[in-house]
């Protein structure tokens, strides 16, 4: 990997281990199944769950909203919307209806009858609007609509940088929005890995550019494809697929991994050039058969989404409700001494007939124990230092997960 990646990652700083797995049922909270779009406003930092019928929003104060036709107008079975956000103003496309303004729980149509659109992406207070067929980009500002770019069926902007692509082998850029400069690049150049890509994201801090994909990333900057991250310049990378990105506050990469069928498999984060912090099903609630999106707020919360649960990797600042939402089923697991280095004493009050698994941080287990009371005592003092999770599954299936740390 080439120095300026190098620098770029470890100019960041990352405290891993404050963190820890808080899972929400759905069915308890919202309605939604994010089937279409699992997103994030940084404005309010709200998360947005868009469902084909519905939308669920959850503020920073954990209230849950559901809409549904009553406030946003008639809705298709088929994959129909998509939001967006500016400074001032909620916006969403709906296919063959066209482009709303969502603002104080109402919606207002701005600009109709859009077919077969592909996606909708803001940059300060522009809005794009990717079209399918015929296949280019519009531009919405001010009230005003115009014609972006020929051949553009995936864009992303930030300040004066735009850049485009059609999601396999090429990708593009031009600045200051105009679309008669623009300049394609990658066709051939050895930093770009040519294939189908599944997700493209700035960093929060830099104008460099990544493109997730089937064979990895890569990473352009200053208009040129500089550097790539893949299994054979990175190590413990789960995959070479990359399904999604985030950046995390301190620009630290987080991604989602997919195996041969690009269904999700892990989520992993990039320290230097080592892949840690990976979270598999087996170390986190985390159902990734059914993975859905992953989203980074404001206030540092990550935030993954599966079929049935919305999970969140806390830390020090996330909202308080979170911390409060699985106290009681957290207190039920009580684990002694922590950190430990000879013996860990494992209670809970359901502890017969379930049983424990402890998991390393690699997502491997390394015990797994169906205890016959409701105290069992493990023997660590030739287990390697470190953080491990234990994981209580109870008769009904259901898990709670804890952390230890191991110190000699």
Same mark, same amino acid.
Request: net charge negative; proline share 4%.
């Given at each position: 990997m080439k120095l300026f990646s190098i620098l770029l990652f470890l100019s960041g700083t990352f405290i891993s281990f404050a963190q820890s797995w808080t899972s929400i049922p759905k069915s308890n909270y919202f309605s939604a199944s994010p089937r279409e779009q699992f997103t994030h406003s940084p404005y309010s930092n709200t998360l947005w769950c868009v469902g084909v019928n519905n939308v669920a929003t959850i503020t920073e104060g954990g209230i849950f909203t559901n809409y549904t036709i009553n406030e946003l107008g008639p809705?298709?079975?088929?994959i129909d919307q998509r939001f967006a956000f500016t400074s001032t103003d909620i916006f969403y496309i709906r296919n063959g209806y066209g482009l709303y303004s969502f603002n104080n729980e109402l919606s207002t149509s701005l600009y109709p009858n859009f077919n077969d659109f592909k996606g909708i992406s803001t940059n300060l207070?522009?809005?794009? !609007?990717?079209?399918?067929? $015929? =296949?280019? %980009?519009?531009?919405?500002?001010?009230?005003? &609509?115009?014609?972006?770019?020929?051949?553009?069926?995936?864009?992303?902007?930030?300040?004066?940088?735009?850049?485009?692509?059609?999601?396999?082998?090429?990708?593009?850029?031009?600045?200051?929005?105009?679309?008669?400069?623009?300049?394609?690049?990658?066709?051939?150049?050895p930093d770009f890995l040519q294939g189908l890509f599944h997700d493209i994201k700035y960093t929060r801090r830099t104008d460099s550019l990544f493109v997730g994909g089937n064979k990895g990333i890569s990473i352009a900057?200053?208009?040129?494809? !500089?550097?790539?991250?893949? $299994? =054979?310049? %990175?190590?413990?990378?789960?995959?070479?697929? &990359?399904?999604?990105?985030?950046?995390?506050?301190?620009?630290?990469?987080?991604?989602?991994?997919?195996?041969?069928?690009?269904?999700?498999?892990?989520?992993?984060?990039?320290?230097?050039?080592?892949?840690?912090?990976?979270?598999?099903?087996?170390?986190?609630?985390?159902?990734?058969?059914?993975?859905?999106?992953?989203?980074?707020?404001?206030?540092?919360?990550?935030?993954?989404?599966?079929?049935?649960?919305?999970?969140?990797?806390?830390?020090?600042?996330?909202?308080?409700w979170l911390g409060n939402l699985e106290l009681s089923k957290a207190e039920e697991l009580l684990l002694s001494p922590n950190p430990v280095s000879d013996e860990l004493n494992i209670q809970h009050k359901n502890l017969l007939h379930s049983k424990i698994e402890i998991i390393d941080m690699k997502g491997q287990i390394v015990l797994e124990e169906s205890p016959n009371s409701s105290t069992i005592i493990i023997d660590v003092r030739k287990w390697k230092e470190g953080f491990y999770i234990v994981r209580f599954i109870s008769e009904d299936g259901e898990a709670v997960n804890a952390k230890i740390q191991i110190k000699h």
């Open positions: 809705l298709s079975s088929n207070d522009t809005v794009y !609007i990717v079209l399918n067929s $015929p =296949n280019f %980009t519009k531009k919405y500002i001010n009230g005003m &609509v115009t014609d972006f770019g020929q051949l553009h069926p995936v864009i992303l902007a930030k300040d004066t940088f735009y850049y485009f692509s059609n999601g396999t082998s090429y990708v593009g850029y031009n600045v200051n929005g105009n679309p008669g400069n623009s300049v394609y690049l990658s066709f051939n150049d900057y200053n208009y040129d494809f !500089i550097d790539t991250l893949t $299994p =054979n310049n %990175t190590t413990n990378m789960p995959s070479s697929r &990359v399904l999604e990105m985030e950046f995390d506050l301190d620009d630290n990469l987080w991604a989602v991994f997919g195996d041969a069928n690009n269904d999700g498999i892990a989520l992993a984060r990039l320290d230097g050039t080592n892949w840690s912090d990976i979270y598999t099903s087996a170390n986190s609630p985390i159902d990734f058969s059914s993975f859905i999106g992953i989203e980074i707020d404001t206030l540092g919360t990550i935030w993954v989404v599966d079929e049935n649960n919305l999970h969140a990797l806390t830390n020090a600042n996330s909202p308080a």
